[in-house]
């Protein structure tokens, strides 16, 4: 039979407000936690009966958004994908996530996770401009192409790899595992071209060869996308590169949509959104 026993845990909160507090520090609130209580019903549980001017982030409340990461129990997770009952205790520690500024709380600074994801070119490279504004076909992708980055695309930007790095404690310059991670997404996706640009960028310090492969970016990873991996994958590209051994393919070609009878499981793509 289910627990449905109710017990009492404790919130041990990392609490910050520029301009009013000096430096964080740490404040205790007692709640009921029923079962199946995740850390972020027991925050806005907080929130309503002791400190309204609680401050962190969250949206979608179901793992995918990658909003409400955070440092719990000293271990960076995602609160709605927490629940109490998994941490086998009755004090739940939660801090904003390591290794970045601090903007209120529980409210880590991304900015500049976002500024290096940006930096390494997040998306496809082509020389055929005028497709990618205005399609006409689709790029040929084989199943088999898809998996060397399918992985590595579900990534969703939550920040607690780079929270869990012991790199990113110690070198401001390192782009990080997220960006990296994404950077290897593209360079290893067949419709992109752009491996030489991002190449002038991952050649130098912000690069992957700052990382000393602790691992731990992957341990924490709520989505399995292992960013280690593919910044060891990242650096075997760049020495074959270097040593003139890795293979150079021009991007994939386009090929016309596909024509005829559709699928009756596959459903109609929707209207675009953007028209140009």
């Not at 962190?56 to 271990?75: A, E, F, P, Q, V």
Request: with cysteine.
């Amino acid at each position: 039979m289910p627990d449905t026993r109710m017990k009492q845990v404790v919130f041990h909160l990392r609490r910050y407000e520029p301009g009013k507090d000096r430096e964080p520090h740490w404040e205790q609130y007692k709640i009921d936690s029923p079962p199946g209580m995740t850390v972020l019903d027991g925050l806005w549980k907080v929130k309503e009966l002791f400190a309204p001017t609680l401050a962190w982030r969250s949206s979608c409340r179901m793992g995918i958004c990658g909003s409400c990461g955070m440092l719990i129990n000293g271990r960076p997770r995602l609160a709605c994908n927490t629940q109490i009952s998994e941490l086998q205790s009755d004090v739940v520690a939660v801090g904003p996530l390591p290794n970045f500024g601090i903007i209120k709380d529980l409210v880590p600074d991304l900015h500049p996770m976002f500024e290096a994801h940006r930096e390494l070119m997040p998306y496809l490279i082509r020389e055929d401009l005028q497709e990618q504004d205005s399609p006409t076909g689709e790029y040929w992708q084989t199943p088999h192409e898809l998996e060397r980055y399918l992985q590595f695309s579900y990534c969703i930007k939550c920040g607690c790899c780079m929270a869990a790095c012991p790199t990113m404690a110690t070198d401001p310059q390192y782009s990080g595992p997220m960006p990296l991670g994404q950077a290897h997404r593209y360079n290893s996706d067949t419709r992109d071209g752009g491996f030489a640009k991002r190449r002038e960028l991952l050649e130098g310090g912000r690069g992957p060869w700052r990382c000393h492969f602790a691992g731990e970016c992957s341990q924490v990873c709520p989505k399995g996308v292992d960013p280690a991996k593919a910044i060891q994958m990242m650096k075997q590209d760049l020495v074959f590169d270097l040593l003139k051994l890795r293979v150079r393919k021009p991007a994939a070609r386009l090929v016309d949509k596909p024509c005829g009878k559709r699928r009756e499981d596959i459903p109609a793509a929707p209207p675009r959104t953007v028209t140009g």
